[in-house]
């Protein structure tokens, strides 16, 4: 099982389509010394569909090369392309990881009949296991419960990463878990619910906010998973204090843009973003810093 707090990395980038192999080096030395439990490369905060393949496979590489068995690394592997998919996860195997994610193929939404045969399909081919990603808000499809029911017997999948935002929904999954497949690791994409998702019986977070303080979110998850109350509402005062710094700017693309910044701010990588998204500009990164100023000064 995968337990604790799993940050989905963002990627690095000195241009387009260059990675930023000093800034990935310095960023997984700050997760790892922030004491996380595995990585997460090439989900929605590593800007996964706007990489090249030629990106995605060095990321994974070189990532896998530099943790060095240290923690798990899961890999995302999503994408319109049924081979593609399965190719990413070959080079994902080959180069070490542990896991690959998957969630619903996005733009033309699929039915939920037509995506438990393509899940299916999927594991037959996959050299890795399989972690489901639940991300309706950009893909336009829920992995609906009756969806997870049928595929609770394959052996291969081992968990879900719930990014929906519905606590009513992730109780389910949990209710599932507990039922049908007690060895799977269900995770919380939102880091805001964290600590309310562990005390409903989830295994930890996927939180992107961990790019940023890695300490913050492992220590909320132990004081959540030990019941501290009081080590509770102390992580979550500076997790939801974390949470002005997605409110900066106007499009979709600003939570990538925060994090992106922040870390450019603390000197650990590159703030450059893929195209078409761009960096924030000089009234934006200050009021980042406004925000990340408080939490650094606290000791996170």
């Not at 969806?147 to 394959?154: E, F, M, R, S």
């Not at 690791?185 to 996927?206: F, K, M, N, R």
């Amino acid at each position: 099982m995968y337990r604790g707090i799993i940050p989905p990395l963002v990627t690095p980038l000195n241009d387009r389509d260059t990675l930023d192999e000093e800034g990935l080096s310095r960023l997984i030395e700050h997760l790892l010394a922030g004491g996380v439990d595995a990585l997460f490369l090439l989900g929605t905060t590593g800007e996964a569909p706007s990489l090249s393949y030629r990106l995605r496979r060095d990321l994974i590489r070189q990532a896998c090369a530099l943790v060095d068995g240290r923690v798990p690394v899961l890999v995302g592997v999503t994408d319109t392309a049924f081979v593609e998919t399965i190719e990413l996860a070959e080079v994902a195997a080959a180069a070490g990881a542990s896991a690959a994610v998957l969630s619903t193929p996005y733009y033309f939404p699929a039915g939920q009949t037509e995506l438990v045969q393509y899940i299916e399909h999927v594991i037959e081919a996959l050299p890795l296991p399989l972690m489901l990603y639940n991300m309706p808000s950009l893909t336009k499809v829920w992995f609906e419960i009756d969806t997870l029911q049928k595929l609770a017997d394959h052996q291969q999948i081992v968990g879900v990463k719930d990014s929906g935002g519905d606590l009513e929904y992730f109780r389910q999954v949990v209710r599932l878990k507990r039922e049908r497949r007690p060895d799977w690791s269900v995770l919380i994409g939102p880091e805001h619910l964290l600590p309310q998702a562990v005390a409903d019986g989830g295994d930890g977070g996927v939180s992107g906010g961990a790019n940023l303080f890695p300490k913050l979110f492992v220590e909320a998850f132990r004081a959540a998973d030990q019941g501290d109350a009081a080590g509770v509402a102390r992580c979550l005062e500076a997790i939801e204090q974390l949470q002005a710094i997605y409110t900066i700017g106007k499009y979709a693309s600003r939570i990538i843009k925060a994090i992106k910044s922040g870390l450019s701010l603390r000197g650990i990588c590159n703030d450059q973003l893929a195209e078409p998204f761009n960096r924030f500009q000089p009234p934006e990164r200050a009021r980042v810093e406004a925000v990340l100023t408080p939490l650094i000064q606290a000791g996170w």
